[in-house]
Every structure is written in structure tokens, then in C-alpha cells.
């Protein structure tokens, strides 16, 4: 599919969007990539256990702690505490996302939008130099804010593409915003690895927890910095909904009413909600095991934070090969059965991290090789394959939804997850209970006739799927 090959050439995009505003939009990913490898892949889930550890009793370095929490009156235990909160943020999202998507499509400034939801999600991840001590209360407040607005930036973000260029042009476009995003949160993520391995000290915990405070406070500070040069760059284009409503109404109520009629009459696309659900299915355990990677190799794999960083920086340059290489595959064979072929790959990763030793950092970078190499092209591949069942006209609404899962986190595989390490006290078989999103994802992706969802979508099918 294109959106997984490489641009050698700058195309001429739709008239009246030029180059310098694309380099704005492919800058945006740059800027907010570094929270989700940063602050949701790396740092966040063994800080802010770490710091709900200490709310429970817990002494600062055990190599186990089996204590309790209790926000609002709720007894929950220590580890299952920010799966929770994941689980928690993205059923929030299920509300937020549709809604920014529909308000997105019918908007003239959507540049102001972006602005609240990116510099909303930057303050509240800086905001975390203050999670000390016991805060963990504060923590998660903080996390469920710059997790919605991450989610609903994006939304906005991904609602400016059909204005940058025409339907031959956006794969490229796509692509080189996709690209340079990996670059950017594999570049922060690497001057993390230098300052932790820099300053931390053997046997002073608390100077690891604290070089974790602040790496999360620096993706916020790099959020932030980088969101201006797309807000400078990229200029307003009112779509005609939006031209027709200027001036007539709330924007928000005009949103709602927008996404209302959409839910509607979205039954018309069956087989579009079909793919949809497959994707949610598959893609949260997908989600689940890139959000809770760092915390397994803490906390039951006994693994050092630099030996984490490093395996995330091998999956952030792996996954762009990866995503080539298996979109060179999708060229021959399609890119529905190269997705069905990542999802048998995703279960062998599963049964591998579950029999992966404690305390062996090369087993575990070399699965981690494994994951980038998978990682890329089953993301890349699944969203060209949305983009072919969208009507056209509906694309912030519809990825306003497929945002649900995307890029964020999810919801059913965090809570199995912390369910399983609740009831069990194990975090390998919580990992092990996620191979049923994967099972059941392929079986669901396998069962839908994609090339008449995308005919009844109104689109034309590409050549080979």
C-alpha cells in the first residue's frame, strides 16, 4: 500500500497548500511523538508505579511489593493501578475523540484547536515535576489529561490532511509526517538513554525515580516547543460545511448535532464498522503491549531503566524498516493478508515474552527487535486500509473513532491485564491474557470482505489487497 512506502519526490499537493506548510504538518508528529515513547512507552508505567508503591507502604527499591491503594475509597492494588488508569482514559476517549472529529470537519480554525489539545497535553505532562513522594492521585490526574488531549490533538492533526494535497499526493504526505514522528520520539528517547546513564547511581533508587520525573517533564517541554512551528506553518482551510455554518451557531453543539447524525446513519457502512471492530480488537492488545512493555521488564524481568530505553529505541527505528518491508510484501500479496500475517506474528511475540528469563537484558532487546520490526507495518497497513472505507466528506468524524485505538492507548487489554495481575499477582500471566485480542482480532480482520467494503464505501479498490 502507498502509505508504507517511502516518498523519493515532494509532489505538488492541492493548490493553495504549499511546501513549507507540509513541513508544518509532518512537525506536529515530530512534536508529540516523544510522549508516546517518552512518557507512555518507556517512562510513565515504572514511575508512576513506583511512586503508587510508595502510597502503599512499600519500601523504594523492593524487588516485590504486594500493597494496596485506595483512591476514592476504591482498594486496588499497587501494580494494577496505572493499567486502571489506562483502561479509564481511553473509555473517556471513547466520548472526547468523535466529538473533536466532527467539530474538526466543521470548523475554521481548526489551528486553535490543535493549539488547546497539544499545549493542554504538554502542560499536564510537565506538570508531572510535581508527582513526588506519594502524589500518585496526581499522577493519574495529570496522565488522564495529556492522554485525552495526545488522542485529540491527533484527531485534529489527521483531520488537516485532505487540505494538504489530493487523493495521489496524501499517501506521501502521510508517510513523511509518519517517518519523521519516529524520528523525533526515537531522538528524545536518546538523549534520555544519555542523561539516565550519565547520572543515575547504582544503588540509589531515588535518583532513578527522579531522572523518570524528569525525562516525562521533557517530553512535555519538547511537545510544547515543536507544536509552535506547525501552528506558524499551517494555514486555515474551511471546509464547506464549515464555510456554510460560519457564523450560525456553537461550533461545539454544531459538532454534536454533526456526530449524532453520523452515528445515525453510519449502519450504511456495515462492513466499514466491521474493519473497525476488528481493528479495536487487534490493535488493543497491540496497544496494550507497547503501553505496558516497560512495566513487565521492571517489574517482573527485574531489567535496569537504560536496558528499556535502549530496546525502545531498537523498536522506533526497526518499526519504520519494519513498515517498509512488510509494505513491500502487502505490493505482492495485499495488504488485508500482510496484516492477518503481522497479527500471527503479534501471538508468537506473546508466547515469547512470556517465557523471556529475569534479569537477561539481550533476551529481551532481541524480542524487542522482533516487536519494531512487526510494529510499524501492522500500524501503516492497517491504516491505509481504513482510509479506503471512509465516505468521503466524513474523515475527522471516522478517525475520530479509529483514533479510539490508534496511536493512544486502549482500554480492554490494560484492564484484563491488571485483572489478571490482581486476582494472580503475576505479570506473566497477565501478558499471556492478551493473546485472546490477537486470536480474535485475526479471526474477526479475516471474516471481512474488503474489497466490497471498500467498493461500498464508494471508493475504488487499489489494485492488489
Not at 71 to 93: D, H
Request: aromatic letters at 12%.
Amino acid at each position: 500500500m502507498a502509505e508504507t512506502v517511502a516518498p523519493t519526490v515532494d509532489e505538488p499537493a492541492q493548490p493553495g497548500s504549499t511546501r513549507r506548510e507540509r513541513t508544518g504538518w509532518y512537525f506536529y508528529d515530530w512534536a508529540n511523538s516523544a510522549f508516546q515513547t517518552t512518557v507512555i512507552t518507556v517512562f510513565l508505567g515504572p514511575f508512576l508505579t513506583t511512586v503508587t508503591e510508595l502510597a502503599a507502604g512499600c519500601e523504594l527499591g523492593a524487588d516485590s511489593c504486594h500493597g494496596y491503594v485506595h483512591p476514592l475509597g476504591i482498594r486496588v492494588a499497587a501494580g494494577s493501578y496505572y493499567p486502571y488508569l489506562i483502561s479509564l482514559s481511553v473509555l473517556l476517549t471513547v466520548f472526547v475523540l468523535p466529538v473533536m472529529g466532527a467539530i474538526a470537519d466543521r470548523s475554521a480554525h481548526k489551528k486553535r484547536l490543535l493549539a488547546l489539545m497539544a499545549f493542554t497535553g504538554a502542560a499536564a505532562t510537565i506538570g508531572f515535576a510535581f508527582v513526588t513522594g506519594e502524589r500518585y492521585l496526581l499522577g493519574g490526574a495529570l496522565f488522564l489529561i495529556a492522554n485525552i488531549s495526545f488522542g485529540a490533538a491527533v484527531v485534529v492533526y489527521n483531520s488537516f490532511l485532505p487540505q494538504l494535497g489530493g487523493p495521489d499526493e496524501r499517501d506521501a504526505i502521510s508517510s513523511r509526517g509518519w517517518a519523521i514522528g519516529y524520528l523525533g520520539g526515537g531522538l528524545l528517547l536518546a538523549l534520555n538513554l544519555v542523561a539516565v546513564t550519565a547520572l543515575s547511581e547504582e544503588g540509589n533508587p531515588q535518583r532513578t525515580l527522579d531522572l523518570a520525573r524528569w525525562s516525562i517533564v521533557s517530553a512535555g517541554v519538547w511537545w510544547a516547543a515543536f507544536t509552535l512551528l506547525p501552528l506558524r506553518r499551517l494555514r486555515e482551510h474551511p471546509a464547506a460545511a464549515a464555510a456554510a455554518r460560519a457564523g450560525r451557531g456553537n461550533v461545539l453543539a454544531d459538532g454534536f448535532r454533526q456526530l449524532g447524525h453520523t452515528l445515525r446513519n453510519i449502519k450504511a457502512y456495515p462492513l466499514t464498522l466491521f474493519f473497525l471492530l476488528a481493528f479495536l480488537v487487534y490493535n488493543d492488545g497491540i496497544q496494550t503491549v507497547i503501553t505496558l512493555a516497560s512495566q513487565y521488564g521492571t517489574e517482573e524481568l527485574k531489567l535496569e531503566q537504560s536496558t528499556l530505553i535502549v530496546t525502545i529505541l531498537l523498536v522506533q527505528f526497526l518499526a519504520f524498516g519494519g513498515a517498509l518491508a512488510l509494505g513491500a510484501l502487502a505490493g505482492r500479496i495485499g495488504a488485508w493478508k500482510t496484516v492477518l500475517l503481522s497479527l500471527v506474528l503479534w501471538t508468537a511475540v506473546i508466547i515469547a515474552a512470556f517465557r523471556l528469563p529475569a534479569r537477561e537484558p539481550l533476551p529481551f532487546m532481541i524480542l524487542g527487535g522482533c516487536i519494531g520490526l512487526v510494529l510499524g507495518g501492522s500500524q501503516a497497513l492497517s491504516r491505509s486500509l481504513f482510509s479506503q472505507l471512509i465516505p468521503t466528506g466524513k474523515e475527522g468524524e471516522y478517525y475520530g473513532f479509529y483514533e479510539i485505538s490508534d496511536k493512544g492507548t486502549s482500554w480492554l487489554g490494560p484492564l484484563a491485564f491488571g485483572l489478571v495481575f490482581q486476582l494472580t499477582a503475576s505479570y506473566r500471566v497477565g501478558l499471556v491474557s492478551l493473546l485472546i485480542f490477537f486470536v480474535v482480532g485475526f479471526a474477526l480482520l479475516a471474516a471481512v470482505p474488503i474489497r466490497r467494503a471498500i467498493v461500498a464505501a464508494g471508493n475504488t479498490p487499489p489494485r492488489v489487497l
